[in-house]
């Protein structure tokens, strides 16, 4: 009886393996699949490339209390420790853009020495734009009889024994704000100090945005022609932030100066040289041209207009230009002293016309050789940049610090520190070096006494840092570059609270974050009164989804009157999980709450994140 073999070979059928998601974090034959992939990647694509199934990949990341949906973007971390469950290493694809600067990294036998880049900072009104414009006009205009100089945001200075090249920037947040978008531009920066004022708030915020860029310091002390003058002062209290002057047994180079009578700026200039000589600063010019925009603008008979500063390589008429996300030939180039140019050097500024919009000031540009491979990298920017729209920047918060302490990922902790008075700050600061810190080396990259501000953010965002503020407050564009920025800020009112938190956030022991999202909003356009469910409120979704399992605000002209759930969802005579933009609907809610025709609903879901300790 042959036929009944395969009767008895059933049991061996059995397809319970594959319906157990799990499954594939058990896998131990062999070493682990290698795979490379472009981050950050959604759910979908990564369960296609890891061979599983979205369902399952999505309930694999529910156990590790991930909560997303198909088309969420996960970041490398995230996405190569679900990969190695399932028995997969993942690693970073070569992006083209890696694959170009590869292409366009400088030969090391054709190095020859280039101008250092400097930046102007300092406080308000003590002369950065006067002794730039005095160096402009004796080094520039002396050397051409009646020439004028146009501003292009940098120039040049020629001097016996090399060149030095200058960044006239607005302040200290835009030489941060270039740092922020990855543009380091900067070899050292020169701290112009009022010899009768002395340090000020604005030239701490200096000192310390240098010190963060990592980059020498020169001092130049101005305004020495002044009868309250007095240098030794300066230094003193330079000394405070460890600017030691070289009279004093320091490194720091000070020098004495004068904008209105140009004494000290040749010997400035000097010191700048020497400093140059010491970093050994070198650049290949025979390859195409590498750099980053410093300014740009629109101009009415010219078109976009973008100051570019090469940093590698030589610019020439005719390039083909990729810049962020834009694409051109250059038409024309002008240096800072107005001429016409067929080429720019290393370290060397030009106003450059051909690109068929604005850049934004810190995009990177490169010259490349086909027209192919540059619309590739404009398209690969473009959604480079739609990404980065879903998906903030990931920066260090109090909250994932224990994890990447522990991941090993951060070895040092950047707190920039606001408070109302000098007096907390002080307390501030002395309780937080307390601290028993093995782990993770604890760094107080900036101290400030008033509101948290833009340049702050800007600080964070550059450094990776996290912003503590006490008694403080937070204008709402602040917060909102922020949160564009991913910087993690948090305001406290009691000074142990304060320290207990990042003591808790070191240790893994922060309570779980509650996160709201926004859902939608309905407007109540009449009431019903149904016998069984009490009141309903006949409403139109008009933005978003109102869904059943929402959190509700019920908000009535600017007052938010209560938070409460929602009892019942219906669509004409349905109950419903949610409702689409557009659509009309029946609400009621959980509770008495008083409602109104006229009121808004607005739908949250709120999430408990917790914390993962390892």
Known sequence: MKPVAPVAAKPAVVPPKPAAPAAPTAVEAGPPKQLRLAFPISVKDLAFKLEVKSSDLIKHLIGKGVFAALTQMLDQAAATQVAKDFGFELAPQPTLEERLIEELAPDQAKLVLRAPVVTFMGHVDHGKTSLLDAIRQSKIVEREAGGITQHIGAYEVVLDKGRVTLLDTPGHEAFTALRARGA????????VVAADDGVMPQTVEAIDHAKAAEVPIVVAINKMDKPGANPEKVKQQLAQYDLLAEDWGGKTIMVPVSAKTREGIDHLLEMLLLEAELLELKADPTKPAQGTVIEA?????????????????????????????????????????????????????????????????????????????????????????????????????????HQRIASGTLRELKLIVKADVQGSLEAISQSLTKLPTAEVQM????????????????????????????????????????????????????????????????????????????????????????????????????????????????????????????????????????????????????????????????????????????
Not at 332 to 360: F, I, Y
Not at 367 to 396: F, G, H, I, T, Y
Not at 454 to 476: K, Q, R, T, Y
């Open 443 to 614: 760094t107080l990259l900036h101290l400030g006494v008033g509101d948290i501000s833009e340049s702050d953010v800007m600080l964070a965002a550059a450094s990776d840092a996290v912003i503590i503020g006490f008694h403080v407050g937070v204008e709402p564009a602040v917060q909102v570059e922020a949160v564009t920025q991913g910087v993690d800020i948090r305001i406290f009112q009691i000074i142990y609270e304060l320290v207990n938190e990042i003591t808790a956030a070191i240790e893994g022991l922060l309570e779980p974050k509650t996160e709201e999202s926004f859902l939608g909003r309905a407007e109540i356009k009449k009431l019903f009164q149904i016998s069984k469910t009490g009141i309903v409120a006949g409403c139109v979704v008009t933005k978003g989804t109102i869904r059943r399992d929402a959190l509700v605000r019920v908000i009535r002209g600017k007052e938010r009157l209560v938070d409460t759930k929602i009892a019942g969802l219906r669509r004409v005579k349905d109950d419903v999980r949610e409702v689409q933009e557009g659509v009309e609907c029946g609400i009621s809610l959980e509770g008495s709450v008083d409602i109104q025709p006229g009121d808004l609903l607005e739908a949250w879901e709120v999430k408990k994140i917790a914390r993962k300790l390892s």
């Open 297 to 401: 603008r629109q101009s009415k008979d010219r078109g976009p207009i973008a100051t570019l500063l090469v940093q590698q390589g030589t610019l020439r008429i005719g390039d083909l230009v990729v810049v962020g996300p834009l694409a051109g030939r250059v038409r024309a180039m002008t240096n800072d002293r107005g001429h016409r140019v067929k080429e720019a050097g290393p370290a060397a500024p030009a106003e450059v016309l051909g690109l068929p919009d604005v850049p934004k000031a810190g995009d990177r540009f490169m010259v490349l050789a086909d027209e192919k491979s540059a619309r590739q990298l404009v398209e690969a920017r473009q959604e480079q940049a739609s990404r980065r729209l879903a998906m903030p920047p990931k920066r260090v918060t109090l909250d994932d610090l």
């Open 184 to 191: 380091n531009v900067t070899d050292a920066v020169v701290l």
